[in-house]
């Protein structure tokens, strides 16, 4: 993957995650607004049942159940202490070539693990789906 493709970089900027936060179920007089949210590297990544789940676009840190208290930031330090995003002291806009190449780079480790872990979760799905169709035959041939 170019690093440099529009998909790619797109989310490193704040404007764009913020502009994921539609629906966001958490708007006013809170601590986790759409703003801090996107500040702290989350975009929204809801499904039908859960609204309120975010993501790291960085690490990849899904987390849900936001409480209105709960600091973006601090929740995303402590779930995921790896992230060298929220462990930025620079914005993304003051970072230069050779430092965002790095950056990129740790991302794209995280991309790998998680498509690793999924590959891994599917295969012990069907493995497990596989052993209770051997049980199952055989206790229809006893
Ligand atoms: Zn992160």
Redesign the pocket.
């Known amino acids: 993957m170019d690093p440099f493709s529009e998909d790619s970089v797109e989310m490193f900027f704040y404007e764009n995650r913020l502009k994921t936060f539609e629906g966001w179920p958490f708007e006013e007089n809170c601590s986790c607004t759409p703003e801090n949210m996107a500040k702290?590297?989350?975009i929204h990544t809801p499904s039908d049942n859960c609204p309120d789940i975010a993501m790291?676009?960085?690490?990849?840190?899904e987390l849900e159940g936001w409480e209105p208290d709960d600091d973006p930031e601090k929740e995303?330090k402590s779930h995921?202490a790896?992230?060298?995003?929220?462990a930025l002291k620079k914005k993304v806009e003051e970072l230069n070539v050779e430092e965002f190449f790095k950056l990129q780079r740790e991302r794209h480790k995280?991309q790998i693990i998680k498509s690793r872990n999924n590959d891994i979760t599917k295969f012990e799905n069907a493995a497990k789906q596989r052993r209770a169709d051997i049980i199952k035959t055989a206790i229809v041939e006893e």
Do not use: M
């Open positions: 702290a590297g989350f790291c676009f960085f690490c990849l840190k995303h995921s790896a992230c060298q995003f929220i995280f």
